[in-house]
C-alpha cells in the first residue's frame, strides 16, 4: 500500500475554497426556505411509529423501485464500511468495486422511477446524471493513482449522492417513510 493513501490531500476542491461563513449562509436560507413546511413536518414526524419494514407494501413496489430501494440501502452500508476502514488495502478495493456496481444499480433503476412526475423525468433525475457522469471519472481517477482526486469524487458521491438523498427519502408521504413509518 502506497503512504499517498493515508495522506490528507493539498490541492483545495472547489467546494472547500468557500469560507465557513458562505455554508452558514446556505444553511440560514435552507432554514427559511423550508420554515412553511414546518408544521406539516413536525406533525407527521409527532404520528410516526418507527418500524421494520413493510413487507406487503415492499412486495407491492414495481420492481425498479425494489431494486433501487436494496441498491440504495446496500451502497449506504458498504460506503460507510468503506469510510470507516484503512484505505487501499484489498478489502476497500473489492468493496470499492461493489459500491460502484450498487451505485449504478441505483442511478440505472432511478432512470426507471418516473412515478412522481406523471410518468416522465423530475428534477431529482439530474443527480443520476451527475452520478452517471462523475462515478467513472471517481474510478479512473484511482486506476490512474490520482488519490486525491478518487477520494473528493467519492466521498463527494457518498455524502451528496447518497447520505443527503436519504434523507430526502424520508420526507413524510415518500414511499421510504411510508414504508418504515407509517
Request: a positive charge; proline letters at 5%; glycine letters at 8%.
Amino acid at each position: 500500500m502506497s503512504p499517498v493513501s493515508q495522506t490528507s490531500a493539498k490541492a483545495p476542491g472547489l467546494l472547500s475554497r468557500f469560507r465557513p461563513w458562505f455554508w452558514a449562509a446556505i444553511a440560514v436560507l435552507l432554514v427559511v426556505a423550508t420554515a412553511p413546511l414546518w408544521p406539516q413536518m413536525l406533525n407527521a414526524l409527532a404520528k410516526a411509529h418507527p418500524h421494520g419494514p413493510d413487507m406487503a407494501l415492499f412486495a407491492r413496489l414495481p420492481l425498479a423501485i425494489k431494486l433501487h430501494i436494496v441498491g440504495a440501502v446496500s451502497a449506504i452500508l458498504v460506503g460507510a464500511a468503506l469510510m470507516s476502514r484503512r484505505k487501499g488495502r484489498t478489502f476497500h478495493r473489492t468493496a470499492g468495486w461493489l459500491w460502484v456496481g450498487l451505485v449504478s444499480l441505483v442511478a440505472g433503476t432511478s432512470l426507471f422511477i418516473t412515478s412522481l412526475n406523471h410518468g416522465h423525468w423530475s428534477i431529482i433525475h439530474l443527480l443520476t446524471g451527475w452520478t452517471l457522469i462523475i462515478l467513472p471519472v471517481g474510478v479512473l481517477a484511482a486506476r490512474r493513482h490520482k488519490v486525491a482526486q478518487h477520494r473528493r469524487t467519492m466521498m463527494g458521491l457518498f455524502y451528496g449522492g447518497f447520505a443527503i438523498n436519504a434523507f430526502i427519502a424520508f420526507i413524510p408521504g415518500r414511499t421510504m417513510w411510508t414504508l418504515f413509518m407509517g
